[in-house]
């Protein structure tokens, strides 16, 4: 089993559209989970997962944000493991290449394997959305 996922994707839009959509509550609300969040260090932040995925909640304290860095804790539902999830930008000529890592999954112990594997589904699905809002077309959180 992996300790870390690692995902990168390239859009074509600005940095700032990338950075604003990761950050921004209003807009992780519509492309990702619902959120109570505020890119700002030391935030204690709640995303809450739709019906249909079961109305998790996670909940974490923002470590980092900076342009163009993010980087939270992450602990889902009443899970005393707290991981840590980080978002790098950079600007490639007129791309933008996000560069999503998520860390400490081992933690979990003997069902490490188990959630390693519902997370990168879970980060694979947010990624598929996030290209279309960023378009400007109708989507649906993913979670």
Same mark, same amino acid.
């Given at each position: 089993?992996?300790?870390?996922?690692?995902?990168?994707?390239?859009?074509?839009?600005?940095?700032?559209?990338?950075?604003? %959509?990761? +950050?921004?509550?209003?807009?992780?609300?519509?492309?990702?989970i !619902?959120?109570?969040? &505020?890119? =700002?260090?030391?935030?204690?932040?709640?995303?809450? %997962?739709? =019906?249909? !995925?079961?109305?998790?909640?996670?909940?974490?304290?923002?470590?980092?944000?900076?342009?163009? +860095?993010?980087?939270?804790t @992450?602990?889902?539902?009443?899970?005393?493991?707290? +991981?840590?999830?980080? @978002?790098?930008?950079?600007?490639?000529?007129?791309?933008?290449?996000?560069?999503? +890592?998520?860390?400490?999954?081992?933690?979990?112990?003997?069902?490490? %394997?188990?959630?390693?594997? !519902?997370?990168? &589904?879970? @980060?694979?699905?947010?990624?598929?959305?996030?290209?279309?809002?960023?378009?400007? =077309? %109708?989507? =649906?959180?993913a !979670?």
């Amino acid at each position: 089993m992996n300790e870390e996922i690692v995902k990168e994707k390239v859009f074509k839009q600005s940095i700032d559209r990338v950075w604003k %959509a990761i +950050t921004e509550a209003e807009q992780i609300s519509k492309w990702f989970i !619902h959120a109570d969040f &505020k890119a =700002e260090a030391g935030y204690q932040y709640t995303f809450t %997962a739709t =019906e249909e !995925h079961g109305s998790t909640q996670i909940k974490g304290r923002v470590l980092e944000a900076d342009p163009y +860095t993010l980087k939270y804790t @992450w602990c889902t539902g009443d899970a005393p493991i707290e +991981t840590t999830v980080t @978002w790098t930008l950079q600007q490639q000529g007129e791309d933008t290449l996000l560069t999503l +890592t998520h860390t400490g999954i081992s933690q979990y112990g003997d069902s490490a %394997a188990e959630v390693f594997g !519902h997370f990168d &589904k879970g @980060w694979d699905a947010c990624l598929s959305v996030l290209p279309n809002y960023l378009n400007g =077309e %109708a989507t =649906e959180p993913a !979670h």
